[in-house]
């Protein structure tokens, strides 16, 4: 199949190159937007990430271009407008796990950073100031940690945590996992675990009910100086609620890997441009906010699986076999 990928970055291409394949694929290192959706024009299939612009407009500029298949490299399909997938025909394709682990293992990484103040310890070390005031973290063993969201990266997270370093896991999810409650972790209401969690994790989709799930009235109800982690995606949170909080000392810090309004920044070199999003400067402001540039996905093991399971939906639909990854407008 002739495949338009977008948003190329060497390491995608490296690892759609390093496999045996049939499909043809030009690799084009344009994010898809509405200015560059003609590129896709008279290719079968396209290939999208997760900061591509997949709303009305390029979903039906991509139907008319002659495209039949969306393969998308990503788990998350919050940026797609399946309203439009539905008028248009065009098929929807995904990779919904390729390493919960990269996610997990990432979580708990930013948590130890905020918790243990890693990233102004090592700039201090390496600018000769060995003074430790201001460093002192605290142990997880015996804290609460509250996961929203126990699907795949949740309960790896919460395994993690509970088995690694024996914090008190509690956990709120609309479907509880049978086998978070055989580890013993407890399922409680949203606002129990605002309330309760020492550290929060992040792990649910970003969906109409998870929107701002975190926001000014939530940041009320937390345990004073909690620690918040978001792996999931940016608007799980409200970025002005939680500056609020970190201003007042509710949320102690915070470590991010998405955030609300990444769209027109991840993904790309912009340190000779000029910051102009005044809410992403105040949170690189905050010694106590660890932010990292939706990464937490980005180990070898998931880069492969991303690229055998993106190789084999595109085979899925070309051939006409069920495709178990396909996503309706109903997802
Ligand atoms: P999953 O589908 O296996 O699990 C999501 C869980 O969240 C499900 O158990 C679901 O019932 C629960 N959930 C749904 N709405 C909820 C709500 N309002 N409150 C609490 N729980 C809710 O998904 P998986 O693979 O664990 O991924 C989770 C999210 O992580 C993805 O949707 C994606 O947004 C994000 N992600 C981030 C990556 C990164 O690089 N930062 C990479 C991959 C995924």
């Known amino acids: 199949m002739k495949v338009a990928l977008f948003s190329t970055k060497p390491y995608d291409r490296e690892s759609f190159e390093a496999i045996d394949h049939t499909h043809e694929i030009d690799f084009f290192p344009q994010r898809l937007t509405e200015e560059s959706v003609h590129l896709a024009r008279g290719y ?3 290939c999208a990430f997760a900061n591509d ?9 991509l139907a008319e271009g002659g495209t039949e298949v969306l393969a998308l490299r990503c788990a998350g399909c919050n940026h797609v407008d399946f309203d439009a997938v539905e008028e248009t025909g065009l098929r929807v394709v995904n990779v919904p796990a390729y390493s919960p682990n990269a996610v997990a293992e990432h979580a708990v990484g930013l948590m130890q950073a905020v918790n243990r103040h890693l990233p102004r310890a090592v700039a201090q ?3 000769g100031n060995y003074a430790l005031h201001g460093l002192a973290g605290m142990d997880v063993i015996g804290k609460t940690v509250g996961v929203v969201g126990t699907g795949k990266i949740g309960t790896v997270f919460a395994r993690i945590l509970k088995q690694g370093f024996g914090a008190e896991v509690i956990a709120h999810d609309p479907y509880p996992n049978e086998s978070c409650r055989e580890m013993g972790i407890e399922y ?5 675990l605002f309330e309760r969690s020492d550290i929060i ?8 009910a998870s929107h701002h799930l975190i926001d000014a009235d939530a940041v009320a109800r937390l345990k004073p100086g909690v620690l918040i982690v978001n792996t999931s995606r940016g608007a799980v949170i409200d970025t002005q609620a939680a500056i609020d909080g ?6 102690g810090g915070l470590g991010l890997d998405v955030y609300e309004h990444e769209g027109p920044l991840f993904f790309e070199d912009r340190s000779d ?8 400067a105040r949170l690189l402001a905050f010694q106590n906010v660890v932010i990292t540039g939706h990464q937490a996905f980005l180990t070898r093991e ?28 109903a997802t």
Do not use: W, Y
């Open 44 to 46: 079968p299939a396209v």
């Open 53 to 61: 612009v997949l709303g009305a407009p390029v979903i039906h500029a």
């Open 125 to 127: 070390v390496r600018m």
């Open 188 to 192: 409680v209401s949203i606002e129990n």
């Open 201 to 208: 994790s992040l792990h649910c989709p970003l969906t109409e």
């Open 246 to 251: 970190l201003k007042s000392g509710r949320i």
């Open 273 to 280: 441009e000029l910051l102009t999003d005044d809410q992403f």
């Open 302 to 329: 998931a880069l492969d699986q991303i690229a055998k399971q993106t190789l084999e939906n595109l085979t899925c639909i070309e051939t006409g076999t069920a495709c178990e990854r396909e996503l309706t407008p």
